[in-house]
């Protein structure tokens, strides 16, 4: 990915360094997700009522929220295959990630949108999004 392209404020896009720090959090992420790891799961997300995680039936507002979800979720069936990735860096400490994913036996395409801000403790998820549609 190009380093040159530039927004308005003259904040760097995809710097190498930051784009694979987000690149490695993100792959941490799905690991724990079809793993279901809920301790990684709760640390990468920002521990804050702020955050938002809007998924297939569920719209979860507050880090409690997200984390009662998490813990309520079957822990069977989450294995999936991820498609068109796409991770961008905005300067050194805001990124987006957005995948495609499939799961054996169901026909409809998932999606999956993250908004990740670098704090003090590392990357965190502050923003989330998960639906599904029918293929067509």
Avoid: C, K
């Avoid at 190498?16 to 793993?35: G, M, Q, S």
């Avoid at 880090?63 to 989450?78: D, M, Q, S, V, Y």
């Amino acid at each position: 990915m190009s380093t040159d392209i530039n927004l308005p404020i003259n904040l760097p896009i995809n710097i190498p360094e930051v784009l694979a720090e987000v690149t490695a959090v993100f792959a941490r992420y799905e690991d724990a997700l079809v793993n279901n790891r809920i301790d990684v799961l709760d640390e990468l997300f920002w521990a804050s009522e702020r955050t938002v995680r809007y998924g297939g039936g569920e719209n979860l507002v507050g880090i409690e929220a997200i984390r009662a979800f998490r813990n309520a979720r079957p822990a069977t069936g989450l294995a999936r295959s991820l498609v068109n990735t796409v991770i961008t860096t905005y300067g050194r400490d805001y990124a987006t990630a957005s995948t495609e994913f499939f799961r054996e036996g169901d026909v409809r395409v998932g999606r999956q949108s993250q908004t990740w801000v670098r704090f003090p403790q590392g990357w965190r998820v502050v923003a989330a999004h998960v639906s599904l549609i029918n293929p067509g």
